[in-house]
């Protein structure tokens, strides 16, 4: 499929000139009909994780034939297939350490975009392995590519006490240093189905003996799975976002103490006591237990250090509202979420967190 894409439009698919993107030819796309063809190839790498799926629908409904690099088994990609049409959904066995399948796998795009991202390490990889490493490997294979977004994180910083932070800044470094051209976003805390937020937090206060509140007053501006993938789109849409940096975030500003109130009335959970705690205590619990015995444990040591500060966007930034994205209310997505987590007497109690 992808060598007849490429002979259908050679100027597209081999010579991967920038006149392509910077002539901006999506702007003459009718959003909503996936049956259509741009002749543009996008190959997404993390397409496979939580965020990826929406990205991967909205690009198969402009049009565009998407490449979705895997290392997992088939039922790993099999739901994306179908949110396109025949061929239009294309996996792509590679392995993030090998040159040739990341070659391999971006052959004939005219876009790139890197969701891959680690925020905890595993026998196999590392945090600097996916976040720095792989994302550097990436960008060098992809310098001639028309379009490269590269997704990093909010706040990053080199000097973070945090190593998943520290290694998202290195590697959106790299990336930059590598292609100058390329487009940074820096999503803030993402929720969503299968999200590691509210679905977090929701089986915290239905699990635990008691709900655990530290970083009382640092700030949260959440933002949707499905506005990060919008805002993606907008930039491949919009003139002028090569080399610029996004931050993408909610409208909506929280403290940690105001939103687990809001889980506390979504999950019903009325009952449980409320400690306050200090990070020190829940780093020690993490690392010496949860980290060591539970399997996928609710909170990790490394984590609560990055989140230990405003996770908020900065003053001056370029956000979504640049793109002319609508964010998503967490108040409409809460509910749903964490209704599950509830106690059967009060399943059916509440239809808002706002309206007791």
């Known amino acids: 499929m992808l060598k007849n894409l490429s002979k259908g439009f050679p100027s597209l698919i081999n010579k991967r000139s920038f006149s392509t993107i910077n002539e901006n030819p999506l702007t003459r796309i009718h959003h909503g009909s996936r049956t259509q ?5 996008a190959t997404v790498f993390g397409a496979t994780g939580f965020t990826g799926r929406y990205l991967v629908q909205l690009l198969a409904r402009t049009g565009i034939q998407v490449v979705v690099p895997y290392r997992c088994e088939d039922e790993g990609f099999r739901d994306l297939k179908v949110l396109g049409e025949l061929g239009q959904i294309i996996p792509v066995r590679f392995d993030i350490r090998d040159n040739e399948s990341i070659e391999r796998a971006i052959s004939h795009s005219n876009i790139v975009i890197n969701m891959a991202g680690r925020d905890y390490e595993t026998r196999n990889f590392s945090l600097d392995d996916i976040n720095v490493h792989a994302a550097s490997r990436i960008a060098n294979l992809s310098k001639n590519v028309e379009k490269y977004i590269h997704i990093s994180t909010l706040r990053a910083s080199e000097d973070s006490p945090s190593h998943f932070s520290r290694s998202k800044a290195i590697g959106e470094k790299l990336t930059r240093e590598i292609i100058p ?22 089986k915290v206060s239905q699990n635990w003996p008691f709900i655990p509140r530290y970083n009382q007053q640092h700030k949260i501006q959440p933002l949707h799975c499905y506005d990060l993938a919008s805002g993606i789109l907008s930039i491949l849409e919009t ?35 409320n400690i306050p705690v200090s990070n020190d205590f829940m780093k020690i619990i993490s690392e010496h237990l949860l980290e060591r015995f539970a399997r996928n444990p609710n909170f990790i040591k490394d984590q609560i250090d990055y989140h230990n500060q405003d996770m908020t966007t900065t003053v001056g930034a370029l956000t979504l509202k640049d793109l002319n994205v609508t964010t998503t209310p967490i108040q409409e997505k809460l509910i749903r979420l964490s209704r599950m987590y509830r106690p059967g007497k009060f399943f059916n109690a509440i239809a808002n967190p706002q309206n007791k």
């Open 37 to 41: 063809t741009t002749g543009l190839v």
């Open 239 to 273: 003139p002028g976002t090569s080399g610029k940096i996004y931050e993408f975030a909610g409208d909506e500003v929280f403290t940690w103490d105001e939103f687990l109130d809001m889980i506390i009335d979504g999950t019903a959970q009325y009952s449980k006591l």
């Open 181 to 202: 051209n390329c487009t940074v976003v820096r999503p803030s805390i993402i929720f969503g189905d299968e999200d590691k937020f509210i679905n977090k937090w929701s």
